[in-house]
Nanobody
Framework: QVQLVESGGGLVQAGGSLRLSCAAS????????MGWFRQAPGKEREFVAA????????YYADSVKGRFTISRDNAKNTVALQLNSLKPEDTAVYYC??????????????????WGQGTQVTVSS
């Protein structure tokens, strides 16, 4: 049974930082590109960042480029997202996902096969 479990969310002031982590089990983690998505209330789920199975290259949404950093540790089956210079518009539930290698694209929701339950990030102004 595949499990992706996110942690690290919370409440932070604008300009602050958080580090999200996702622990994966039940899948050949080294074989999967991993991604982070987010969903704000009343909005569609949107791409945030992705990383290939080897750790590079990485991909980012324009809205987070230069502020967020995705990384992975294949020895620990984890993927992380460092969030810096947070803005109120970054408030959302953040989801970790494992990409199906047979599906095209890194930024598409439907390219990802497995999803975590999400962790809430709230940025106050």
């Amino acid at each position: 049974q595949v499990q992706l479990v996110e942690s690290g969310g919370g409440l932070v002031q604008a300009g602050g930082s958080l580090r999200l982590s996702c622990a994966a089990s039940g899948l050949a983690f080294r074989s999967y590109a991993m991604g982070w998505f987010r969903q704000a209330p009343g909005k569609e789920r949107e791409f945030v960042a992705a990383i290939t199975w080897s750790g590079g290259p990485t991909y980012y949404a324009d809205s987070v480029k230069g502020r967020f950093t995705i990384s992975r540790d294949n020895a620990k089956n984890t993927v992380a997202l460092q969030l810096n210079s947070l803005k109120p518009e970054d408030t959302a539930v953040y989801y970790c996902a494992a990409r199906n290698p047979a599906r095209p694209g890194y930024g598409r929701v439907d390219a990802y096969e497995y999803w975590g339950q999400g962790t809430q990030v709230t940025v106050s102004s």
